[in-house]
Structures are given as C-alpha cells and as structure tokens.
T-cell receptor, first 114, second 112 residues
Framework: AQSVTQPDIHITVSEGASLELRCNYS??????LFWYVQSPGQGLQLLLK??????LVQGIKGFEAEFKRSQSSFNLRKPSVHWSDAAEYFC????????????FGKGTMLLVSP | DADVTQTPRNRITKTGKRIMLECSQT?????MYWYRQDPGLGLRLIYY???????NKGEISDGYSVSRQAQAKFSLSLESAIPNQTALYFC???????????FGPGTRLTVL
C-alpha cells in the first residue's frame, strides 16, 4: 500500500524568504506525485504533478518540486514567498495503474510572517 | 461557473438525523470521489466511483453510503449522523484512467 509523510505540521517563513516543504512517500515503484494547496475556506487546487521524465517539475504560482527516487521524496520549493502563499499544502501519491486512487499526506500549514 | 459544485456548503444538524451531501460536475469525468478532512488528519477517502455502475468503499466508509445517480452526480449520505462525523467533506473528480483529481469547494458539516 502507498503512504505519504509530511514531517512538518506547521512552518513559518518570512515574506520574501525561500520555502521548502518536505514530502516522503512509500510505494513499491515510481508513483505519480502531486502537490495541492488549500487556501482558507477553499477547496484543494493542484499546484503541480510528476508523472515521468524531468525530475524537476514546475507548477503554478512560482512553485516547483523535485522528485528524488533515491530518497523517496518530492519536496515543494519556492524561491520567494508571498503573504498570499499562506495556506495548507498537501502532498499526494497515486499508483501507476488505471484504477488507482490518491493517498494524501496530513498536510503542512504554511504561515508567512511580515 | 465552477466545474465541481457541492451542496450545501454548510450544514448544521442533530445526532440521529439523515443527511445527504450532493456533488455535481461539468468536467465530463467518469470518476468521482468523496473525502472527509479533519484537522491534523489530512484527507481520507470515504467512497469512490469509477463509473456510474461502479461503487467502491474507501478507507473510512462505515456510517456512510453513496449514490451515483448519473455520470455527473455523486451523493454522500449519513443515515444517522453522529458528532464524530463533524468534518469538512470534499467531492473530487478525475478522467478515465487518470489519477489527477479536481476538487469541489467543500461542505462543512456540524453534527450536534
């Protein structure tokens, strides 16, 4: 069975500083990987996804993530955080099967300080 | 207009009442999902449906039932609501043989 660990429950970053949110997964092969963002009172929006190919993937709102097979990780990064990035971020993993569902991590809440 | 809509957006009910949460989508997707979100627990899958005639239990289906009335509609029912079903409920959709999911805005359910 697949699983996802997001080690940090909360992270506080100063506006303008860089950001890295950690995600580790457990799966027997290379999975599909996703990052979603949930702003207060909103549903989940897809930030980016990894299916295959280049291990550094670009997403919306200036986010990127890097797939590292050797570390079973898919960390989310942004070079300069804006106050509007304050939200909860979820990493998700799905099997390479036509009948797969997604397994979500428990989320990391990002707080942005002035 | 939103591609995935959920009604109601907020609901307060009492223990023992029957509640139905509805989800509709205009994305033309075959697959639909129901999740609940609790603080610190992330999203947990309740039920999912890969097409109109297919219903599957997820991780936490006890106390819930679903109905797939049409390709575009997927309803979640709580036959006899209890306080620990107080949560934020999300509907999601995905295309055939696709894993990437698209989410509705959520329904906040409070059971007193």
């Amino acid at each position: 069975a697949q699983s996802v660990t997001q080690p940090d429950i909360h992270i506080t970053v100063s506006e303008g500083a860089s950001l890295e949110l950690r995600c580790n997964y457990s799966y027997g092969a290379t999975p599909y990987l996703f990052w979603y963002v949930q702003s207060p009172g909103q549903g989940l929006q897809l930030l980016l996804k990894y299916f295959s190919g280049d291990t550094l993937v670009q997403g919306i709102k200036g986010f990127e993530a890097e797939f590292k097979r050797s570390q079973s990780s898919f960390n989310l990064r942004k070079p300069s955080v804006h106050w509007s990035d304050a939200a909860e971020y979820f990493c998700a993993v799905g099997a390479r099967s036509g009948y797969s569902t997604l397994t979500f991590g428990k989320g990391t809440m990002l707080l942005v300080s002035p | 207009d939103a591609d995935v809509t959920q009604t109601p957006r907020n609901r307060i009910t009492k223990t023992g009442k029957r509640i139905m949460l509805e989800c509709s989508q205009t994305k033309g997707h075959d697959r639909m999902y129901w999740y609940r979100q609790d603080p610190g627990l992330g999203l947990r899958l309740i039920y999912y449906s890969f097409d109109v005639k297919d219903i599957n239990k997820g991780e936490i289906s006890d106390g819930y039932s679903v109905s797939r009335q049409a390709q575009a509609k997927f309803s979640l029912s709580l036959e006899s609501a209890i306080p620990n079903q107080t949560a934020l409920y999300f509907c999601a959709t995905s295309g055939s043989f696709r894993v990437e999911q698209f989410f509705g805005p959520g329904t906040r359910l409070t059971v007193l």
